[in-house]
């Protein structure tokens, strides 16, 4: 119950709706940030 507090907190202060902050979350930052981690688990590797 929390998170949803947070991103309903979030989407206030950013004037955006729930469900905008939830997209933005887990189909935009969370998939570059898991992205991004494997790029440099790779490399990491590699050297």
């Known amino acids: 119950m929390l998170c949803v507090h947070l991103l309903q907190w979030l989407a ?5 709706t729930y469900n905008e902050v939830n997209v933005w979350i887990f189909c935009v930052i969370w998939p570059i940030i898991t992205l991004v981690s494997i790029g440099l688990n790779v490399y990491l590797l590699l050297r």
């Not at 206030?12 to 955006?16: E, N, Q, V, Y």
């Open 12 to 16: 206030d202060k950013l004037g955006m």
